[in-house]
C-alpha cells in the first residue's frame, strides 16, 4: 500500500514539469517547439527564481514562454533569442551564466577556493609531520614498556 502510494506520488511529480507549458502555446512545428523547449530551460523564472520558465507556472514565464515562441516564428536564432530576453532582463535571467568579464569572480571563485583549500591542507599535513604527538613517557612508563618488549 505504501509502496503504491510513493509510486503514485513520484509519477504526479516526475509530470509535473508537463503542466507548465500550456497547449495553447505550443507551436504547430515541431522543430520550432523543440528549440523553443531547449531555450526556456536555460532561462530563469523570475518570480520563483530557481526554476526554469519551462516548467513554471508563473505568469511572467507564461509570457516569456510566449515572447521565445514568437521570436522563434518570427526567424530569430536562438542566440537572438536568448540575447534580446537578456538585454530585456539582464544575466541573470539565465540559468547558466555566460563567461564574461563580469561573472569571472562567479565562475572563478569555487576554482580558486579549491585550489586554496588544497594548498592549505598540504601547508598544514607538511607542519604536522615533523612534530610529535602526544607527551614524552615517564621513567617509569618506559620501564615497564621495555620490560613489555623483552618478554
Given at each position: 500500500m505504501?509502496?503504491?502510494?510513493?509510486?503514485a506520488?513520484a509519477?504526479?511529480f516526475?509530470?509535473?514539469p508537463a503542466?507548465?507549458?500550456?497547449p495553447?502555446?505550443?507551436l504547430?512545428?515541431?522543430?520550432?517547439?523543440?528549440?523553443?523547449r531547449?531555450?526556456?530551460?536555460e532561462?530563469r523564472?523570475?518570480?520563483?527564481q530557481?526554476?526554469?520558465i519551462?516548467d513554471?507556472?508563473?505568469?511572467?514565464?507564461?509570457?516569456?514562454?510566449l515572447?521565445?515562441?514568437?521570436r522563434?516564428?518570427?526567424?530569430?536564432s536562438?542566440?537572438?533569442v536568448?540575447?534580446?530576453i537578456?538585454?530585456?532582463y539582464g544575466?541573470?535571467?539565465?540559468?547558466?551564466?555566460?563567461?564574461?568579464?563580469?561573472?569571472l569572480?562567479l565562475?572563478g571563485?569555487?576554482i580558486?577556493?579549491?585550489?586554496?583549500?588544497?594548498?592549505a591542507?598540504a601547508?598544514?599535513?607538511r607542519r604536522?609531520?615533523?612534530?610529535?604527538?602526544g607527551?614524552?613517557?615517564t621513567p617509569?612508563e618506559e620501564a615497564r614498556?621495555s620490560?613489555?618488549?623483552?618478554?
Open positions: 505504501i509502496r503504491q502510494l510513493f509510486l506520488l509519477l504526479f516526475a509530470a509535473a503542466f507548465a507549458v500550456n495553447d502555446e505550443v504547430p512545428d515541431p522543430t520550432l517547439e523543440t528549440r523553443a531547449t531555450i526556456s530551460a532561462l523564472c523570475m518570480v520563483c530557481n526554476q526554469s519551462d513554471s507556472n508563473a505568469d511572467l514565464a507564461r509570457d516569456l514562454r515572447l521565445v515562441r514568437k522563434l516564428a518570427d526567424g530569430d536562438d542566440k537572438q536568448l540575447d534580446y537578456v538585454s530585456r544575466e541573470f535571467v539565465l540559468l547558466k551564466p555566460r563567461f564574461t568579464e563580469k561573472t569572480l565562475w571563485a569555487p580558486t577556493l579549491f585550489v586554496v583549500g588544497g594548498l591542507l601547508v598544514y599535513a604536522r609531520a615533523g612534530k610529535p604527538t607527551t614524552r613517557l617509569e614498556l620490560e613489555i618488549l623483552d618478554k
